[in-house]
Each structure stands twice: as C-alpha cells, then as structure tokens.
C-alpha cells in the first residue's frame, strides 16, 4: 500500500470521527430544543386551559345570578303594571316607576357583577338605573333593538346575551345610560306573546371589567385573552381597543383556544412567542457556541489520537492481508498505539500461531496415519475476539473471492454468538427461529439441497418468550436419522399458541416402526431410565425444568407422514 493511500485512510478516519460527533451533537442539541420549546408550548396550554375552565364557571355563575334576579323581578306586580301601562293617573305612574328603580337598585347592591338593570314595554317605554346611579325614563326611537327583541323571543325563557356593540344604541335613548360602557347584555322576555311588540322585556348589563376579572388570570409574559361569542366576534377583552373586533389567528402567537359549555362561546389566550421562546434563543445560541468549542476539541484530540489509532490497524490489515493470501508466517506485532489495539494485533498473531500450530498437528497426525480423535483446541477464546476473528477470516476470504466460505462463516458467527453471548434460559421466539434458520442453512451446506425446511408460524407470535436452542436438537436428528435415497425430503415446523405453546416437527424422509416408537415414547414419559437420543432426552428434561407437568413431548410415525415430533408447554 502506497503512502498517500494510508494517508488518505487516516484523514478519512478522522473526518469520520468528526463527523459523526458533529451529527450526534447536532441531533442531540436539536432534539432537545424542540423538546423544550414543546414543553413550554404545552406548559402555557396547561396553565391557561386550567385558568379558562375556572373562568367559565365564575362567568356561569355571574350570568346565572343575574339571569335568576331577572325572574325574580318577571313576577313582581310593578313590572307587570308597568307592561300593561293601565294607570289611573300620573300619580301611580310615578310611584311605580319610583318602585322599580328602588328595586332595580337592590338588584345592584346584592350583585357587584352587575352595572345596571333595565325594563323595556313592547310600545318602546323604558326605565333604566345603574351601579352610578344613572337611573331615567323615556321611549326608545323606533326600530331601535327590534333584532334582538326577535332572538330573545326565540330563546324565551332563557336569556339572550349580546354585547353592547352589538346592542347599537344611540346616545340619545334611555338604554344608553347602562351601555355608556363595555358591557354584556342580557335580555329577557316576560311574557310568551309570539308579537315582539306585545311583549315586555328584562334587561341586565354585566360590567365587561367583572367579566374580563374572571379570565385576566392566565394573562402572563404580555399574552392577550378574549371572550368571543358564537359569531367569533370579540365581546369581551384585556385590551379595550379589539372589543367588538372579528378575532383573526395571528401565527406570532401560540393562540390557544378554549370552547365553553353554553352558547357557543370561546375562551382564547393569545400568547406571544417571542417572549416564552427567548429563553430557548438564549439555550439555542448557547448549543451552537458549545458545539463549535466542542468540534474544535474533537479536531484536535482526534489528530492525535489518530497517531495512536491508525498505525496498530494498519499493521493489523497487513497482517490480515498476509494470512488472506494462505502465509502465516507474520512478525509479531510491535507495540506502537492505543494498548487495546495493540492487545488485539498480539490477539491476532497469537491466534494465527495457534491456528499455524493446530494445522501442523494434524498434518503430523495424517502423516503417523493416527485414529485417534484430535481433540478440541485447549486455549480459551474471549467470545467477542472469537466473533471478531471470524469476521476477520471472512474478509481474508472475501479479498480471495471465495464467496461461499465467507457465507459459511457468516452462518457460524449466527450460530455460535447466541451459544457464548447469553447463559440465560430463554429468549423471544423470533430469535429462537432466528438460529434455527442459521442452523438449517449450515446443515444443508453438509448434506445438500436434498433437505428442504419449512416454517409455518404466525408473526404475532414472534415476541413470546420461548426456551431457547429447544427445537435445534429435533432438527438435527431430521438431517442426520432419514433417508440415504436421493429424494428431497422435507422439513415441517409447525407453531402455535392458544394457553400454551403447540409445536409440530415433521420430518417426511424417515418411518420409524411402532414398536421403536412406543419404546421412545416410554423414554420421554420418565417411565424409561435409558434413553438412547441424547438430544430428545435433553429436551425433555429442559421442558420439565422449565414448566414442569405442563411440558409434554412424544412422537408418532406413519409411513405417508415420515415422523412427527409433538412439543407443548
């Protein structure tokens, strides 16, 4: 390898390196500003949400008690005198509108919400007082809240309520006097006369400052709050100048709404977001001066840590190279980086040595033509350099194109990392099946394709927990105990699950007498001490260790089906 080319490979790494930690602090950091900037989003809608819900009660309550002191007042004898207009002279004409102001003047002092009360004939008569003690008399101009008067007939005996832009009175008309301010008006009918002229009519005016009180509180950080009616008009507001205004959505805002129980009205809190946001400009800001001091340190240390890092992996890659190429006569390493890479170069070299050893014993043992069985190598391997020297031999056959013993390799690394990495009894069922496609394909590169496995098994099933290596050793015995003919056989496994686990492996290359069968059956049972298949006595033993009587395995045989193998628990 050319020098630019290993130079080339360091920069790469370092760029990698710095990239990546780029990537993670930027994914990190945005993550969490989002998170924050949601979190105060969802914090201002709980807050105002709690605030809106105990404002519609108290403007519920405010609105009730006044709507009870108008039907009260609909049964007294002065309002309906005054209705009828029948008055023997204008002395009784004074005394009873005397009357009703005195009563309209309690109504005020028992409600503090209320600005003033007012009763209107169907021939445009009407008596007014307020809380300022503007109290008259007069005669409405013609046509004047003639609309209205028509709605609050349709909701008779309810109360309508509007606001006083709504009402549109005139300066000059007695009604004006309990208007002459933000207020919002109720109107109710006395009578059930189907002509609005015919009728009489209570009215009240709720001080729109008593109504604004009862939601002011979710007011903060400069936000804005609004009462629209079913229109979507503004009838009451912490700002005077939007009354009486169409509510328009401004996106600056975070405008977050509330629906009320009656008459369609609505609740909105208009929140800026340049003021709860500024503390996540600031944390914002923040990150970027922090991830940029943070890229300059990883720079640097990755420049000198690439000293260390890059100089033990290429004289790893050579040495790999080397042995890829069938020469296992490699110096050792020389330490020159990081200790656990130079741990794994010593690693590597002292496993090829061994490999280098075991392969001159057994040339020396078919040399001496010896029968005795070579026993397994007697040096432990750590697990995770067991998995890594694998890798290491599937790139050395890789960079030679022997395709197929890579892909070897590949299935023995899924084969035996579940065996070293976990002690543990069981695991899900879909790495049970997992291993035992790995398991299947390295059987089949022994005996060929005459094998052919199949799994019936419903996805749903996949994250159950299940006993592990418990179907492999049924497996085995279909690839090693079938028939030597040259037809393809079959594999069937069968999965399902009701209360427990049913397991069905069929194997259609091999029949096995009744007698043989009733004698392993007697074995699985217990009734038998002997067992002669090791592997089907071991998973016996496995299910009654794990559940008990409820783990049952037996076998049945014809010559149609081959042989089955039934497993429940």
Avoid at 162 to 191: C, D, F, H, Q, T
Avoid at 311 to 319: A, S
Avoid at 481 to 492: A, C, F, K, L, T
Wanted: proline share 2%; hydrophobic share 40%.
């Amino acid at each position: 390898m050319k020098w630019s080319e290993k130079v080339d490979w360091k920069v790469k790494q370092v760029l990698f390196i710095l990239c990546g930690t780029l990537l993670i602090i930027t994914l990190l950091f945005g993550i969490t500003y989002r998170y924050f900037v949601k979190k105060l989003s969802v914090n201002n809608e709980k807050i105002v949400q709690l605030t809106f819900r105990q404002t519609e009660k108290d403007l519920k309550y405010m609105m009730e008690n006044a709507q009870k002191q108008l039907s009260r007042f609909s049964i007294n004898e002065l309002a309906w005198e005054f209705a009828d207009n029948q008055f023997s002279g204008n002395a009784r004409r004074s005394r009873c509108l005397q009357g009703i102001v005195a009563a309209f003047d309690e109504m005020l002092a028992a409600n503090s919400d209320a600005y003033g009360f007012a009763i209107l004939s169907g021939d445009g008569r009407a008596a007014v007082s307020t809380a300022e003690g503007k109290s008259g008399t007069g005669e409405l101009a013609e046509g004047e809240l003639t609309e209205l008067l028509e709605k609050c007939k349709q909701d008779y005996p309810y109360v309508l309520w509007v606001s006083n832009g709504e009402a549109a009175i005139a300066e000059g008309s007695p009604l004006y006097r309990m208007v002459n301010r933000p207020v919002i008006l109720g109107i109710k009918a006395m009578g059930e006369f189907q002509e609005t002229d015919r009728d009489s009519y209570l009215l009240v005016a709720l001080d729109e400052r008593s109504v604004q009180n009862s939601f002011s509180q979710a007011v903060y950080n400069g936000s804005d709050a609004v009462l629209l009616n079913e229109e979507g008009k503004i009838i009451s507001a912490t700002r005077k100048e939007m009354l009486g205004t169409e509510y328009q959505p401004d996106r600056q805002n975070q405008n977050i709404e509330y629906d009320m129980s009656y008459r369609g009205w609505k609740l909105i809190n208009m929140v800026s977001k340049d003021s709860y946001l500024r503390e996540a400009r600031d944390i914002r800001n923040f990150g970027i001066a922090l991830a940029v001091l943070a890229s300059l340190g990883v720079l640097v240390v990755s420049l000198v840590w690439s000293r260390r890092y890059t100089k033990p992996i290429q004289n790893l890659m050579e040495q790999m190279e080397s042995v890829g190429k069938e020469n296992l006569d490699i110096p050792e390493p020389v330490k020159a980086g990081l200790p656990e890479l130079d741990h794994l170069n010593e690693e590597f070299y002292a496993t090829v040595q061994k490999l280098k050893g075991y392969i001159e014993r057994v040339q020396q043992a078919e040399q001496e033509k010896a029968r005795e069985e070579l026993l397994a190598l007697q040096y432990q391997i750590n697990p995770h350099f067991l998995y890594n020297s694998l890798n290491s031999i599937r790139w050395m056959a890789m960079m030679t194109n022997n395709t197929k013993v890579a892909d070897s390799l590949v299935t023995l690394s899924r084969i035996i990392m579940p065996i070293l990495r976990d002690p543990s009894f069981t695991w899900k069922l879909e790495h049970e099946l997992e291993f035992l496609q790995s398991y299947v394909e390295m059987m089949q590169i022994r005996f060929g394709p005459q094998m052919e496995y199949h799994l019936e098994c419903e996805r749903e099933l996949y994250h159950e927990i299940f006993p592990r290596f418990i179907l492999q050793p049924m497996i085995e015995n279909c690839f090693v105990h079938g028939s030597s003919n040259s037809e393809v056989r079959h594999i069937y496994v069968r999965i399902r699950r009701s209360e427990g686990f049913h397991i069905e492996i069929q194997n259609t290359g091999v029949f096995v007498e009744e007698e043989r069968v009733r004698q392993i059956n007697q074995g699985l049972s217990g009734s038998e001490k002997e067992q002669k298949s090791i592997g089907l006595s071991n998973v016996r033993k496995r299910l009654a260790f794990l559940y008990g009587e409820k783990g049952r395995m037996w076998l049945e045989s014809d010559k149609e089906k081959g042989i089955v193998v039934y497993l429940e628990f």
